[in-house]
């Protein structure tokens, strides 16, 4: 598009696709003098070294947003360049933990039991899903009111709930919202029972003809800090939820139209970090958007 020069990206995505790396699954990352750049804002086929120096130039740099997608640099020198690493890359599909239902496809319900150890076995996927719950309960038991002491804190196992029917229902709201352009990105919360509660939610989800104490409305009531939901029971799940478009609020109404969940801020807590504050309480009253994952035991 910017003549025959050598062309670099400021985001991997753009360099990594397939048409560049021909199926190398592999990536340079290099140091490049830019000098003084031309910026660009529509394609120029006829550029080169000789055109971009007699109007004292060295580089050209096409801004994202303009006949591009993501910034781009191009030098016709390849002194200017300096290739430092070599980065190998596998498809998302390979690093990161398979789908749940992958893991157990025939079983309707599958809970795995996983216990703090020393060693680490990469290529197992609970474990990863059991290091996701752990570093998340360590990080947030030591937040909220009020914290958790490091005896608190202790975990002795993590179970891994793998319900193929809950999940199956909350991907399919997962791509409602992205349909309808609602924030379709996941949290996870923490909800707090009784432990002859646990095996009944885990097989047929949260549900609001249980739901008791709706202090601030309507609906399954989960909260980010460990040690607000244990102050409602002993067991403890950690739930994938869909939080969708939240309703900041400390008032009693139930969830507004066009919000799909409600949040609760901690006492104090500035309103001008609502969007992206943890929250003390967060209330959902559709069922498919929560998915409960794990069994904290302690």
């Known amino acids: 598009m910017y003549g025959q020069g050598i062309y670099f990206a400021t985001d991997s995505s753009k360099s990594a696709q397939s048409i560049y790396t021909k199926g190398s699954q592999k ?22 070294k000789q055109k971009l120096r007699s109007h004292g130039y060295d580089s050209v740099y096409a801004p994202r947003g303009t006949a591009v997608k993501n910034d781009e640099f191009v030098i016709f020198d390849p002194d200017q360049a300096l290739p430092q ?5 596998s498809d998302l599909n390979t690093v990161l933990p398979p789908s749940p239902s992958n893991l157990a496809p025939q079983q309707p319900l599958t809970i795995k039991k996983m216990l703090p150890t ?69 949290i996870l919360a923490y909800h707090g029972t009784a432990p002859s509660n646990i095996q009944s939610i885990l ?21 980010e800090f460990p040690g607000i939901s244990l102050g409602y029971g002993h067991g403890l799940l950690l739930c994938r939820i869909l939080p969708g478009r939240e309703f900041v609020d400390t008032s009693g109404s139930n969830i507004p139209s066009g919000y799909n969940s409600k949040k609760v801020l901690l006492t104090g807590q500035p309103a001008g970090a609502a969007a992206n504050a943890n929250g003390e309480m967060i209330i959902i009253d559709n069922s498919d958007q929560i998915l409960p994952f794990y069994v904290i035991h302690r």
């Open 85 to 89: 690493y070599i980065i190998h890359f």
């Open 118 to 186: 020393r060693t680490v076995n990469f290529q197992d996927p609970f474990e990863m899903y059991y290091s996701f719950a752990e570093s998340h309960f360590r990080r947030m038991a030591a937040k909220g009111n009020p914290p958790l002491t490091a005896q608190q804190a202790k975990i002795s196992s993590i179970d891994i709930v793998i319900n193929n029917v809950l999940e199956t229902k909350f991907q399919a709201t997962k791509r409602k919202f992205q349909a309808q352009g609602i924030p379709d990105r996941e």
């Open 203 to 223: 097989q047929k989800n949260l549900l609001l003809s249980f739901a008791r104490r709706q202090l601030y409305g309507r609906g399954n009531y989960f909260s």
């Open 27 to 48: 990536l340079l990352l290099c140091q490049v003098i830019l000098g003084k750049s031309k910026t660009v804002q529509q394609s120029d086929y006829s550029l080169n």
